[in-house]
């Protein structure tokens, strides 16, 4: 409420600065708040002194505050309504996130936020804080250390803040799957007649050599993925496959949207997993070089936008790993893999009898009228489960809260 109340307020200030290309954004993020100035350099840090005072010294409109709560409550009670998707990716953030809300856990908190409760808070809020500041384009290192000096400034001597203590410097950190389980989350979705599935294969923490690895198994899965689930089998029109990384972690994952039910979506994703072993073990010399040439030149692409580049490194501060040439040394790195240890890592991590798999099948079932967990249109084959790796439905929701918290964490 604070970001929106303050972007709200200073809405007719900024507007004569965006019209002569000069821009800012404050979001909300949680860790905090993030602070975005972009555009022409002259008359930056003139926008960047009057954002700082006006936030040390912000002050709440009630009629404006009343407005925008109600539309912010609007919005986490019409979550229901974004697509299964969205669902199957949010809910997996949420069980393997360390710390996280729920949409109804935020709804219940803003029945407590008032705008005397808020003005409590901003100046709690900004008592103490530690700064990360990336400053990039047409600007000497004078006056880059002059626009960290405005909001060093603003902060201690309007808002009298104070930095964090190292120990209160705390990382967002992610849960560890147990080696060779195979967990299932389910959720109703009542108001598409879409279901969804993300299934996601846990690999280990990221570093050079598993982050190669990793991209180049992707690279080679992703055609034949879209070809097999969708074009072929056509379980849905929306069918994907890539890397989720999160909190130091990272892991494969294929989301599918379609007509039929997630349990069946899921096993078609194994079936197709299954036959990847025999395709990569069939894959020519030059079919695997192609693939790890395309991965390394896209890579190494010069980026289009400052703001691409910029994007890229603001990551890697957020990210705590502060590796700015990461893409000359991992493709560096990956100019020495070879095919046997893309199969050695499929082997290890994603394959049915893998010593190290580690499956979280997230799945939202579409409990409307004609979706395939309504009773009425509900399928034999469309709620088979796939080779006994579902869990029975009662069991679904409370077995994966069970387990995910006895399970150890990553020190990330």
Same mark, same amino acid.
Not at 2 to 31: H, I, M, P, V, W
Not at 91 to 105: P, V
């Given at each position: 409420?604070?970001?929106?109340?303050?972007?709200?307020?200073?809405?007719?200030?900024?507007?004569?600065?965006?019209?002569?290309?000069?821009?800012?954004?404050?979001?909300?993020?949680?860790?905090?708040?993030?602070?975005?100035?972009?555009?022409?350099?002259?008359?930056?840090?003139?926008?960047?002194?009057?954002?700082?005072?006006?936030? $040390?010294?912000?002050?709440?409109?009630?009629?404006?505050?009343?407005?925008?709560?109600?539309?912010?409550?609007?919005?986490?009670?019409?979550?229901?309504?974004?697509?299964?998707?969205?669902?199957?990716?949010?809910? $997996?953030?949420?069980?393997? !996130?360390?710390?996280?809300?729920?949409?109804?856990?935020?709804?219940?908190?803003?029945?407590?936020?008032?705008?005397?409760?808020?003005?409590?808070?901003?100046?709690?809020?900004?008592?103490?804080?530690?700064?990360?500041?990336?400053?990039?384009?047409?600007?000497?290192?004078? %006056?880059?250390?002059?626009?960290?000096?405005?909001?060093?400034?603003?902060?201690?001597?309007?808002?009298? $803040?104070?930095?964090?203590?190292?120990?209160?410097?705390?990382?967002?950190?992610?849960?560890?799957?147990?080696?060779?389980?195979?967990?299932?989350?389910?959720?109703?979705?009542?108001?598409?007649?879409?279901?969804?599935?993300?299934?996601?294969?846990?690999?280990?923490?990221?570093?050079?050599?598993?982050?190669? *690895?990793?991209?180049?198994?992707?690279?080679?899965?992703?055609?034949?993925?879209?070809?097999?689930?969708?074009?072929?089998?056509?379980?849905?029109?929306?069918?994907?496959?890539?890397?989720?990384? %999160?909190?130091?972690?990272?892991?494969?994952?294929?989301?599918?949207?379609?007509?039929?039910?997630?349990?069946?979506?899921?096993?078609?994703?194994?079936?197709?997993?299954?036959?990847?072993?025999?395709?990569?073990?069939?894959?020519?010399?030059?079919?695997?070089?192609?693939?790890?040439?395309?991965?390394?030149?896209?890579?190494?692409?010069?980026?289009?936008? *400052?703001?691409?580049?910029?994007?890229?490194?603001?990551?890697?501060?957020?990210?705590?790993?502060?590796?700015?040439?990461?893409?000359?040394?991992?493709?560096?790195?990956?100019?020495?893999?070879?095919?046997?240890?893309?199969?050695?890592?499929?082997? *290890?991590?994603?394959?049915?009898?893998?010593?190290?798999?580690?499956?979280?099948?997230?799945?939202?079932?579409?409990?409307?009228? !004609? !979706?395939?967990?309504?009773?009425?249109?509900?399928?034999?084959?469309?709620?088979?489960?796939?080779?006994?790796?579902?869990?029975?439905?009662?069991?679904?929701?409370?077995?994966?809260?069970?387990?995910?918290?006895?399970?150890?964490?990553?020190?990330?």
């Amino acid at each position: 409420m604070f970001a929106q109340l303050f972007r709200d307020a200073l809405t007719e200030y900024t507007y004569a600065a965006e019209l002569a290309g000069l821009t800012y954004c404050l979001s909300n993020t949680k860790y905090g708040l993030t602070l975005t100035v972009k555009g022409y350099n002259d008359k930056e840090h003139v926008l960047l002194e009057k954002i700082m005072e006006r936030m $040390t010294s912000f002050e709440i409109d009630p009629k404006r505050f009343e407005i925008l709560k109600d539309a912010y409550v609007r919005a986490l009670r019409n979550f229901s309504a974004d697509q299964p998707h969205q669902h199957v990716v949010y809910y $997996t953030s949420l069980l393997l !996130g360390e710390h996280g809300w729920t949409k109804e856990e935020l709804l219940a908190a803003t029945e407590e936020l008032t705008v005397e409760s808020l003005e409590n808070f901003i100046p709690r809020f900004l008592s103490g804080l530690h700064i990360e500041m990336l400053i990039h384009g047409n600007m000497s290192q004078d %006056a880059a250390m002059s626009l960290a000096d405005i909001i060093q400034d603003h902060l201690k001597k309007s808002a009298h $803040t104070r930095p964090l203590l190292p120990s209160q410097l705390t990382r967002q950190r992610e849960y560890q799957l147990s080696d060779d389980c195979s967990l299932v989350y389910q959720a109703d979705n009542s108001v598409h007649r879409s279901s969804a599935v993300e299934t996601y294969f846990q690999c280990g923490v990221q570093g050079t050599h598993q982050n190669m *690895l990793l991209e180049l198994l992707c690279q080679i899965i992703a055609e034949p993925a879209f070809d097999e689930l969708r074009t072929k089998e056509q379980l849905g029109y929306i069918v994907w496959s890539g890397i989720r990384r %999160a909190n130091g972690t990272q892991g494969l994952r294929i989301i599918v949207q379609g007509d039929r039910h997630p349990q069946y979506l899921d096993a078609r994703i194994e079936a197709f997993l299954h036959k990847m072993g025999d395709r990569l073990e069939g894959l020519s010399e030059e079919d695997f070089l192609r693939h790890r040439d395309a991965l390394a030149s896209r890579r190494l692409e010069r980026p289009k936008k *400052l703001a691409h580049l910029t994007s890229t490194w603001w990551m890697e501060i957020t990210s705590n790993q502060y590796n700015f040439d990461r893409d000359a040394i991992e493709v560096e790195h990956l100019k020495t893999l070879t095919k046997q240890d893309v199969i050695a890592y499929y082997k *290890l991590w994603i394959e049915h009898a893998a010593s190290q798999r580690r499956k979280l099948s997230v799945q939202v079932v579409s409990t409307a009228p !004609g !979706g395939a967990g309504n009773p009425e249109t509900a399928t034999v084959e469309a709620i088979q489960p796939d080779d006994g790796l579902s869990l029975p439905p009662p069991l679904r929701e409370v077995l994966i809260l069970v387990v995910v918290c006895f399970l150890s964490l990553f020190e990330t």
